[in-house]
């Protein structure tokens, strides 16, 4: 049978509650909140990972088959492409080529798809900044409990001040700001891991976007 103390899974555990029991319902927060925002976090690139956000290498032969009249070889590559960016550029290629329908109609409705992927990518990741922000603000919070608690204990040894007490309060209650930093730091460094990539994301489909609705193309294969 496998000793207790040389369990790596029971020595966490212990740690765990240990940690829950020296910081209070503050450190419950905290950690629930850290398990919403790892949560989030693997939502994203799982999500960031389906929707092919990074690939942009079908974009530039794509728009060669537009400029140079193959518009069929130039949807099928972007059909085939899970890329938003993909899915924009070809209702931007179809909506050029249809001569009955105003280009501005179809700009309007193409910037109107382009929202709606962008939001889509933005989704949940408010809940990574409120962690961010509230997790500091909760660890401080606990802090400031606990140093209370230091001096209440403080005060009621009287003369007989033993020193270990306030330290010991004071340790305990700064336990709870660490505890609150651990768990904002990753979740910010998340989100802006997100929102970079997003707004790279925003800028290539931005100018694939453009290139369409401005380079010349042959008109006899737009269609």
């Known amino acids: 049978m496998i000793e207790t103390a040389n369990n790596p899974m029971s020595n966490a555990v212990a740690r765990l509650a240990a940690l829950v029991e020296q910081g209070g319902p503050v450190v419950v927060v905290l950690l629930l909140l850290s398990v ?56 931007a290629m179809r909506g050029r080529a249809d001569r009955e329908t105003p280009e ?22 408010k809940g990574l900044e409120v962690i961010g922000t509230l997790s500091p603000l909760l660890g401080l919070l606990g802090t400031v409990l606990g140093m209370i608690d230091a001096f209440r204990q403080l005060e009621l040894a009287g003369h007989q001040v033993d020193p270990s007490i306030l330290s010991g309060g004071i340790w305990e209650a700064l336990l709870t700001t660490a505890v609150g930093l651990v768990v904002a730091i990753p979740a910010v460094a998340a989100l802006n891991a997100f929102e970079q990539s997003i707004e790279r994301f925003r800028h290539a489909l931005e100018d694939a976007v453009t290139q369409v609705f401005t380079q010349p193309i042959a008109v006899t294969n737009a269609a």
Request: hydrophobic share 45%; aromatic share 8%.
């Open 36 to 91: 919403v925002a790892l949560t989030i976090v693997l939502v994203k690139l799982w999500q960031f990972r389906e929707l092919g956000v990074r690939r942009r290498q079908f974009i530039e032969p794509a728009l060669r088959d537009w400029r140079e009249g193959r518009a069929q070889a130039a949807y099928a590559q972007l059909q085939e492409e899970p890329s938003p960016i993909a899915a924009v550029m070809l209702r």
């Open 104 to 125: 501005a109609t179809v700009r309007e409705d193409v910037e109107r798809i382009a929202r709606g992927y962008l939001n889509h990518l933005r989704g949940s990741l």
